[in-house]
């Protein structure tokens, strides 16, 4: 009699544990490719469990971006001859990643200068 009421508990946990797995499985359908909004995404498939959709904001070069959120389907990428004072440059188009912003004042013969920081007069904007 022992044996058989042993029997029946195990046959009866396993019976319970097999459903409790299957149910599970069906109340966490839905991917992360699915199409829906489920599963406490944000967005449709983006968020939640799922990985964030690139962006132009996201700090990273991904999507065909030439460059980290620029290029590709971002605006375009500053550079050193675009007219704009952008990408940490110190002035328009110099300083930062560009060549030096020529000054008076620098130190060395730069420009149109005939010496160290003097002779021709240099004009040049900075914002």
Known sequence: MKIIKLTLIALFTAFITIFIIIG????TSGSCTDGKQNQGEIAVDCGGPCKASPTCVDGI?????????CGGPCSACGTCTDGIQNQ????????????????CTDGIKTGDEVGIDCGEVIVLLVQ
Do not use: F, L, S
């Open 24 to 27: 599970c499985k069906k109340k």
């Open 61 to 69: 070069m991904n999507q065909g971006e030439t460059g980290v959120d």
């Open 88 to 103: 940490g440059e110190a002035g328009i188009d110099c300083g930062g990643p560009c060549n030096a912003c020529i000054t």
